[in-house]
């Protein structure tokens, strides 16, 4: 029978360990994990780009809900261990939920540190520590206002950067002289300073925190020298503690963090230790490398594999500010037995030390150049002595043994167990290993195979400078991303020559722009079917076959393979009438869910795909056509009721959205298109986060475009005021014209508007009559071809053999 | 080998997938731009999405659910992802499409 492991923590460690484990020992233990934090398991370095908006958090989740399925692992999301029973051998949760394990894993990571000063819990003092303090955060900075961070070091400083790309007033508090004081010397902490102010944040030095100030919420930080700094918002990033409360309630033995061996066994043998709260041979570790490797340690125990042990080691700091290179490693400080070799290059902004002790490298801090970090890493590690190579040491690999000052000659000389990435401990010769015997072309593949850069992505220069080494020309890197791995071509360029040399099928853009593949793949063809309907919609036939499903069966695929159906409702109005023939429907095909969209529809779910035609062929009889809930092309346009009914309304939005709808349905666009016009502006439809809005005033029409409501979220940008309906419809159908013809497939309206540039945009519709006009007249054009109810085609037959089985066969067989 | 009639290959659209009904679920019967048929499960091994449902490219299949790619070949996830499904023998004879049966029958016994 299997045994019952129980993990306390869903952090990165554990999450590490339990692939090492499955790996090793699949079905040696049924798995339970109890996560305090309501998610999955995520890359907590990459909080910092996600505050900053690099990343979206979607990016940096590790393993999605369907790995613990998979897996059959049981994860309990939001549930905090509150006690260890260690006769009985359970653990129960603040849910009231009681587990019994064989072997029990507490990862509870650690807890960051809070000055005890008054005024700490006031509202809008934060912490960084998870997703809820980044998304707090985001809250914040949303009012443009003033932050202040407290601490300097890696954290604080990641935090202050990332609050100034999103629009705060951002100070910088630091206790000591010079930032990161614990990774650089006073010399390297003055240039990061330089760096850090250069991009607008404030920083205060020898800046002691006495209180935080506000009446009922942050209104400000008190030094002990009397100074008060304003601010709304205070986040807290001094540093962090093993959270090993809970161990210690236990009885387990606990110094600063859970002691363990160097197995990770704590001082019960049923009970291991790892992450950010164990506390190894006297050290407890903040960054991911060591928590990695006490993952394998972990893992190796658990699955009576290997005996392996864990060994102590220096990690390089990195700051993951996009702009700042800094590295720093091992030991800097000074000392009689020790040597240093400086270089520093002001105007540069370049400054290297290297610290020696009897030849050998003990320790190196690099800004503003830091290539050769990897390089003096490995040296430290195995202890070479560097007396040959003293004069040039400090100018890095390049300039030894008389090789050239290419990058890549540095990187070809590497050892074959240099480490490259850091994080995951990935050695040089496993990644050329990997590309050789797997045939990897892309740093995606890399990624994918060999888990190099693909953590804090620091390495990735170095990955990709190993790609190319190994791959010699066959690598390119092509600085515009191609469209997929088919075609070396990007999307733009692609829709350029299409244009050019008067491209008009699919396999006429295969053949002249040399695509590697016979027929293209799932990310290509779509793209390329969509750029072809906008450019040619008089000479085009759509190609089905290279829809995705949604848009070729017109309707929406769901997880269990069936559709579901939504009927387009003019600017959201209805009757009793369509209500009526919609409940017949839902009644007549047994539909087990009907439910109301964002989008002022009704969304039928559940149909069967044999059923679609006859379904459409009953919502047709009442009048209704495709939603097109499904398409790349204009979804819905959201209304209030406006001056028809509302004591506010200016304008009839109503009569302008359904107007606006009438005249744009069925145009297939780069990504999907969601409209809303909004009579006065209380904004009751929500104008102003939808890709193209309207806001009716006293003196005419906003148009509005650019928002955004899902995986990003933004405010519409104003395009300018219009005084009627007419030229209202006409700007708006112009700016889509012109997004449809420009945007790369599945590339939103303010993606691409941030590419392009509003005040482009606003140059070609509002300002040039004639431009405005002419992408008005294109759209009219494509609509002669494009507006055809795709539902009642269905009805009349077409595709008819999408909707049902070419055979039916072995039942016979089977009732015998 | 008992081959069964299942219809024939202009029933399939070219770079498109038709689905065969079995009392032990559906079968994907594809038909490449070269003509080629291939039928395999009607189910991702990754979450049970409908290949028959995906777009064909070469002689594979993207899943209409999460992307997988699968070899209709050999049935076996594409890429980084891994996982197989079972595939199915096809006879074309001339124009008429027959899949080994047997195979059914003896899964199902």
Same mark, same amino acid.
């Given at each position: ?15 590490? =360990? ?34 900053? $908006? #690099?990343?979206? *958090? ?21 549930? /905090? ?31 960051? *540190? ?29 009012? /443009? ?15 202050? !950067? ?101 197995? =990770? ?44 042990? *864990? ?28 040597? #240093? ?34 390089? &003096? ?11 040959? =190579? ?10 030894? $043994? ?54 804090? $992505?620091? +390495? ?23 469209? +997929? ?161 509302? /004591? ?27 409209? !809303? ?7 009751? !439809?929500?104008?102003? +986060? ?14 509005? *475009? ?27 159908? !112009?700016?889509?014209? =012109? ?39 294109? &759209? ?22 999408? &909707? ?8 016979? #067989?089977?009732?015998? | 080998?008992? %081959? ?40 991702? @091994? ?21 992307? %997988? ?19 199915? @023998? ?20």
């Amino acid at each position: 029978m299997s045994e019952k492991l129980v993990i306390i923590g869903n952090g990165m460690a554990p999450g590490r =360990m339990l692939e090492h484990l499955l790996e090793a020992a699949p079905d040696r233990y049924v798995v339970t994990i109890f996560n305090a934090e309501p998610r999955v398991n995520y890359d907590r370095i990459m909080l910092s780009p996600v505050l900053s $908006g #690099e990343k979206a *958090f979607e990016e940096i989740v590790i393993h999605g809900d369907g790995w613990y399925i998979k897996h059959g692992i049981t994860l309990y999301k939001g549930h /905090r261990i509150v006690a260890i029973d260690r006769n009985a051998k359970t653990v129960t949760s603040d849910h009231g939920v009681t587990e019994s394990y064989d072997r029990l894993v507490i990862a509870t990571g650690s807890v960051p *540190f809070i000055i005890p000063v008054p005024g700490k819990d006031l509202p809008g003092v934060l912490s960084y520590r998870d997703l809820d303090d980044v998304n707090a955060m985001l809250l914040a900075a949303q009012s /443009r206002a003033t932050a202040i961070v407290i601490g300097g070091g890696l954290l604080g400083l990641e935090a202050a !950067a990332g609050l100034k790309e999103r629009g705060m007033d951002v100070t910088v508090l630091h206790v000591m002289p010079t930032l990161m004081e614990r990774q650089l010397d006073p010399a390297a902490g003055y240039l990061l300073q330089k760096a850090v102010e250069a991009r607008g944040i404030k920083v205060m030095t020898k800046a002691n925190t006495k209180a935080i100030v506000g009446n009922g919420k942050v209104e400000g930080v008190e030094l002990t020298d009397g100074t008060i700094i304003p601010a709304t918002l205070v986040v807290m990033a001094v540093g962090i503690r093993p959270n090993s409360a809970l161990a210690k309630d236990a009885g387990l033995e606990v110094n600063r963090g859970i002691v363990v061996d160097d197995r =990770m066994r704590t001082s019960d043998p049923a009970i291991m230790a790892l992450g950010e709260c164990a506390e190894v041979g006297g050290h407890v570790y903040g960054l991911v490398a060591p928590l990695y490797e006490m993952a394998r340690v972990a893992a190796a125990g658990l699955a009576d594999g290997e005996d392996r042990r *864990f060994v102590h080691s220096d990690t390089p700091t990195k700051l993951k500010v996009t702009g700042i290179d800094l590295y720093s490693l091992g030991d800097f400080a000074d000392g009689e037995d020790r040597e #240093e070799i400086i270089l520093r290059d002001a105007s540069a902004g370049i400054y290297k030390r290297v610290v020696l002790q009897d030849n050998r490298i003990i320790g190196t801090v690099l800004f503003g150049e830091t290539a050769d970090g990897a390089w &003096f890493n490995d040296l430290k590690k195995k202890a070479t002595d560097i007396s040959e =190579m003293r004069d040039t040491l400090i100018f890095g690999q390049a300039f030894q $043994g008389g090789a050239s000052s290419d990058p890549l000659a540095a990187v070809a000389a590497l050892a074959d167990d240099a480490e490259i990435c850091g994080c995951n401990g990935v050695c040089k010769g496993k990644i050329t290993g990997a590309i050789t015997a797997k045939g990897l072309t892309a740093l995606d593949d890399v990624r994918a195979h060999t888990k190099a850069s693909a953590s804090c $992505g620091s +390495c990735t220069g170095l990955v990709e400078q190993l790609l190319k080494l190994t791959l010699g020309d066959a690598y390119n890197p092509a600085a515009v991303q191609p469209m +997929c791995g088919c075609t070396s071509l990007g999307h733009d360029d692609v829709r350029r020559l299409i244009k050019a040399k008067g491209l008009k099928t699919i396999p006429a853009i295969m053949q002249e722009l040399e695509w590697k593949t016979s027929c293209g793949c799932a990310k290509c063809r779509p793209a390329l079917n969509y750029y072809l309907v906008c450019d040619w919609p008089d000479q085009y036939a759509d190609d089905y076959q290279s829809r995705f499903i949604n848009e070729r069966v017109h309707a929406n695929i769901q997880k269990d393979g069936t559709y579901s159906v939504v009927p387009r409702m003019w600017g959201g109005v209805t009757s009793a009438g369509e209500l009526r023939a919609i409940a017949d429907v839902v009644d007549k095909f047994e539909i087990p869910m009907v439910k109301v969209t964002g989008g002022q529809r009704i969304d039928m779910l559940g149909i069967r795909k044999e059923d679609l035609p006859a379904v459409w062929a009953d919502l047709g009889k009442a009048g209704f056509v495709s939603g097109h809930a499904y398409a790349k092309g204009l979804r819905t346009v959201k209304t209030c009721v406006g001056s028809d009914w509302c /004591r506010f309304g200016t304008q009839d939005s109503t009569g302008l959205g359904i107007r606006i709808e009438k005249f744009m349905w069925g145009s297939w666009t780069p990504a999907k298109v969601k409209m !809303a016009v909004s009579g006065c502006p209380r904004n009751c !439809a929500e104008a102003t +986060c939808k890709d193209v809005g309207v806001v009716c005033v006293d003196s005419g029409y906003e148009i509005h *475009f650019a928002g955004a409501a899902g995986l990003d979220i933004r405010g519409t940008e104003v395009l300018g005021l219009v005084k009627t309906e007419d030229e209202a419809l006409e700007v708006i159908v !112009a700016l889509v014209q =012109m997004y449809r013809e420009q945007a790369r497939y599945l590339e939103r309206i303010y993606k691409w508007a941030k590419r392009i540039g509003t005040a482009e945009i606003k140059k070609q519709i509002l300002d040039d009559v004639e431009k405005r006009r002419a992408y008005f007249e294109r &759209f009219v054009f494509s609509q002669k071809f494009a507006q055809v109810d795709p539902w009642s085609e269905r009805v009349s037959g077409k595709d008819k053999h999408e &909707f049902r089985p070419m055979a039916s066969v072995g039942f016979a #067989e089977a009732a015998e | 080998m008992t %081959w069964t009639p299942i219809g024939s290959l202009s029933d399939i659209p070219p770079r498109g997938a038709r689905c065969v009904a079995t009392p032990q679920g559906k079968i994907a019967v594809f038909r490449t731009a070269d003509d080629q048929v291939y039928a395999i499960d009607d189910h991702c @091994p990754h979450k049970g999405g409908p290949l028959s449902q995906g777009i064909v490219h070469g002689a594979a299949v993207t899943c209409p659910l999460h992307n %997988w790619v699968v070899s209709l070949e050999t049935g076996k996830a594409l890429g980084a992802d891994e996982g197989s499904v079972r595939t199915i @023998p096809v006879r074309i004879e001339g124009e008429q499409l027959f899949i080994a049966l047997e195979a059914l029958v003896s899964k199902a016994a």
